[in-house]
């Protein structure tokens, strides 16, 4: 296997990691109940909305063409 594969896999999947990791952090902070304000708060959820966009995104970019050449090589 060409190492792009493998470096393009592996960089693809830290996308939404690094906001996932935020949020997680946020999380923890939230729950140690030290310091928790409405600016925290807000960054973890915005950080966990921006993850799950990019994995919805990712998810339809991988799927719709593959549906759409699907459904033209069908016919």
Known sequence: MPFAAIGFASVVSLMPGVYL???TSGLVQI?????T???LMGATLSD???AI???LAMSFGLIVPK????RLYDR
């Open 21 to 23: 990791f935020r949020m």
């Open 31 to 35: 729950a140690g109940g030290s310091h």
């Open 37 to 39: 304000t409405v600016q």
């Open 48 to 50: 966990g909305m921006t």
């Open 53 to 55: 966009i990019i994995i």
């Open 67 to 70: 549906m759409l050449i699907d």
